[in-house]
Every structure is written in C-alpha cells, then in structure tokens.
C-alpha cells in the first residue's frame, strides 16, 4: 500500500502563488506516475498536471503557462507550484499515486480570491 500525505495550499489572491507537496510512503515501484487533480464545487474532479518517474509531464489546457509540475524521485514527492491563480482555480487539489494500484490524498484546499 501507498500512503500518501499533502500540504500546501490555503487562501490566495488573484495573481498571487501557492505551493502544494506530496510525500509517497510505502510499497513504491521504481516507475511510477504522481499528479494533482482538483475538484470545484458541484464539478467533477479534474486532471491538473501528472508526472512520471522519467520527468514526463502532463498538464491541463487552463493551467499550461501557470503551474509547473516537479518530482523528487529520492524522496517520493511531487511538487506544483502554482502561478498567476485565477478566482477559477478554487477547488480542493487531491495527490493522486499510480503504482501498483491507485492511491488518492485526502485533498488540500485551494481559495483564490478575486
């Protein structure tokens, strides 16, 4: 099993920036694939940006430009720095691990105020 544990996130403004961070414990293959998905309020839960063990990126058209993705592969974390938030980006970003099987974080909260 994979445990997985975020932080980050929290209240921002228009324009402004926010970090969020997930740490993988437990049974990890040597290839994997992390990422951060997010889901607003009455939407479906969404793909914002993944990355695999080979740095291979994958990003969501209204996030391109903005967020970056990146991944500590000694330590089992991914990053994703987010740029130039929009009031649209509030949603709760949930880590998602694929390895052997899937595993999804408890989610973080992202407010961005206009």
């Known amino acids: 099993q994979v445990q997985l544990v975020e932080s980050g996130g929290g209240l921002a403004q228009a324009g402004g920036s926010l970090r969020l961070s997930c740490a993988a414990s437990g049974s990890i293959p040597r290839f994997n694939i992390m990422g951060w998905y997010r889901q607003a309020p009455g939407k479906q839960r969404e793909l914002v940006a993944t990355?695999?063990?080979?740095?291979?990126?994958d990003y969501a058209d209204s996030v391109k430009g903005r967020f970056t993705i990146s991944r500590d592969n000694a330590k089992n974390t991914v990053h994703l720095q987010m740029n130039s938030l929009k009031p649209e980006d509030t949603a709760v970003y949930y880590c998602k691990h694929l390895g052997w099987g899937v595993t999804w974080g408890q989610g973080t909260r992202v407010t961005v105020s206009s």
């Open positions: 990355i695999d063990t080979g740095d291979i990126t």
